[in-house]
């Protein structure tokens, strides 16, 4: 993928980048695309059992995740974030294991429903089925990076139906009131699973709310790969200044149904269906590219051939994985043993509980 250019081009320095980076981000894109794709054939194959995709999402994903620092930083995802994943450093393989719910998966070792994306290694925070909830998780990892002057940003991405949760004012008035190193990120592509925006908000804009708590709200065209980078790079700079949260709305489409059990035909208007090629950011983020001189028709055709063959072999290599043996099936859930024969000090209550009954004094120690 080397850019045989001798000096960077002019879209590149426009935005402080090098074509390299360019191109990395373009590969990125398209990588998470060819992976979307993939798991929906698989998924009609019958060989995985749900998708719920991030086709349309991918440009706002990558350019948002971009200047935030891989293994330093943070980011909790939610269940579209494959491209957000891929910029942070999982793989093709990764993403596929946890569709597959391999023994092996790095998300969860198959205990996850697929796309709940999780990555220790990268600092990518494993997210649950009910909607926003990782807000709450990234607003305490920005707590605790202030506490401890790590320098650290946390990031949270979520849908716009998601941002009606409680959670979510929870998280941003504690954010804001304390000026934590956070961003909330609102990839709004105008539908709640079925539900149209204009009937999920009172407001145009979800970013609007953000004056409401003291901060900056941006609102930025999710085709546009490098305004997304640019609005991110804005956030983590004043984050890592200490000068706060910032809310960022990414207006995306959805070119997918909200997943594999979803027939979108059914809501969605034949026309706006139609039109919704015309606002995605893989191709162009692509013409962008080839104008300014950075994409030649040979490298965009080894960038397509590479992913091509770690798609393939991702996928191979998901489908050799054996599967989680069930009897650990309620490993890491109950506590299997105590760590000693000797009861802990504060005893046990004939169920099993702390203490005697109705005594909850004891009931916060800890086992390790």
């Known amino acids: 993928m080397a850019v045989t250019r001798t000096t960077d081009s002019g879209l590149a320095a426009s935005v402080g980048l090098t074509d390299a980076d360019l191109v990395a981000m373009y590969h990125k894109i398209a990588l998470a695309r060819a992976v979307d794709e993939r798991m929906w054939i698989l998924n009609r194959a019958g060989r995985i059992p749900f998708v719920i995709s991030g086709q349309g999402h991918e440009g706002a994903q990558v350019g948002i995740a971009w200047p935030l620092e891989r293994r330093k930083d943070w980011i909790a995802p939610f269940y579209r974030s494959i491209a957000t994943c891929l910029a942070f450093g999982m793989t093709a393989q990764d993403i596929l294991m946890a569709q597959y719910a391999k023994a092996s998966d790095p998300s969860s070792g198959g205990r996850q429903m697929p796309g709940h994306y999780g990555n220790v290694e990268n600092n990518l925070v494993s997210l649950s089925s009910p909607v926003a909830t990782q807000m709450l998780h990234a607003v305490g990892i920005a707590l605790a990076a202030k506490i401890r002057k790590t320098g650290q940003v946390a990031m949270t991405s979520m849908g716009e139906g998601s941002s009606n949760q409680g ?104 026309q706006e269906l139609a039109e919704l090629p015309s606002h995605d950011a893989l191709p162009r ?41 069930p009897s650990t099936a309620m490993r890491w859930v109950f506590a299997e043993e105590w760590p000693s024969e000797t009861p802990p000090p504060w005893g046990l209550g004939s169920h099993g509980m702390a203490g005697h009954e109705g005594d909850t004094s004891a009931a916060s120690g800890a086992v390790d």
């Open 167 to 270: 959670d979510v004012h929870e998280g941003l008035n504690f954010a804001a009131i304390h000026r934590l190193p956070f961003i909330l990120v609102i990839e709004n592509n105008g539908y709640a699973i079925s539900v149209p925006a204009a009937m999920e908000l009172a407001t145009l804009d979800v970013a609007d709310r953000a004056s409401g708590y003291g901060i900056p709200g941006v609102v930025v065209d999710g085709s546009d790969v490098l305004a997304c980078y640019r609005a991110s790079k804005e956030a983590v700079d004043r984050a890592r200044r200490g000068d706060g949260p910032t809310l960022i709305e990414a207006k995306v489409i959805r070119l997918t149904a909200h997943s594999s059990d979803d027939q979108q035909t059914k809501y969605r208007p034949e």
């Open 285 to 325: 983020f692509r013409d962008q590219l080839r104008e300014a001189g950075v994409l030649s028709e040979a490298l965009e055709a080894t960038i397509a051939a590479e992913i091509k063959a770690e798609v393939d072999a991702a996928t191979d290599h998901a489908e050799a994985e054996p599967d989680p043996d």
